[in-house]
């Protein structure tokens, strides 16, 4: 098995409006290695996100590739990509995007409902993981019940249902108070002692200190990558 879980060569992505042609990636060619801890840094709108939802199969590139664990995944169907992203990717987001009418558990439920586990197994693996979160007392609690960190926390819960080797994250503590970000951080770095592959999309510079690879993306281009300082 390769130590690189994650390849991209020369990924190109434009937007056509009109007859404007935007670019918000400019050949981009990184190698993410597994169970590492990095993060992907730069202003807003110089293609951080839309980075990360290459690497992810949320889109796909105008040019070049995406390999995960060696196969280019730029070629699949919708139908491929999905089954992918559920077997190896979890995604994390900045607005937590919980289900408001859902429970916490069942939010983290949801996730495995495509997936052909049973229900029993589901409230298990959801309250499980929700223990391991630190959010036990919080099972039956709607996310307006919930602080910014404890929903943060949540969806991180979701997004490991079901067992995923890579955690795409973007702006993961961006809408949480200092008190909450440090827990949900923390959180985030016993995964990666775990084994599990992070990569934090943000514009945090104090977050990225803690990563072992950090890349740097400006007007669409690369424009550092390299170890923390």
């Known amino acids: 098995m390769s130590d690189i879980i994650i390849k991209t060569e020369n990924l190109v992505k434009t937007y056509n409006t009109g007859k404007v042609r935007t670019y918000a990636l400019r050949g981009i060619s990184l190698e993410i290695a597994r169970n590492s801890f990095s993060c992907i840094i730069g202003p807003s709108g110089h293609g951080k996100s839309t980075l990360m939802h290459l690497m992810g199969g949320l889109d796909g590139p105008t040019e070049g590739s995406v390999f995960i664990d060696g196969a280019d995944i730029s070629g699949l169907s919708n139908s491929e990509l999905a ?3 559920a077997k190896k990717i979890g995604f994390v987001f900045q607005f937590f995007n919980l ?3 859902l429970t916490a558990k069942e939010n983290v439920e949801t996730a ?3 997936s052909g586990v049973n229900e029993k197994t589901q409230k298990e ?3 499980g993981l929700l223990s391991l979160l630190g959010l036990s007392e919080k099972l039956n609690a709607k996310p307006s019940e919930l602080s910014g960190g404890q929903q943060q926390r949540v969806a991180i819960a979701r997004a490991l249902a079901n067992d995923p080797e890579i955690l795409l994250m973007d702006e993961p503590t961006g809408n949480l108070d200092s008190e ?3 827990e949900v951080l923390d959180n985030i770095l016993k995964l990666n002692k775990d084994g599990k592959t992070i990569i934090i999309v943000t514009h945090n ?3 990225a200190k803690m990563a072992a690879m950090v890349f740097e993306i400006r007007d669409g281009r690369l424009v550092d990558d390299g170890k923390t300082k």
């Open 83 to 85: 089954g992918l992203r």
């Open 99 to 101: 289900l408001q009418n």
């Open 112 to 114: 495995m409902m495509f």
């Open 125 to 127: 693996k959801a309250k």
């Open 180 to 182: 909450s970000e440090a």
């Open 205 to 207: 510079r104090d977050i």
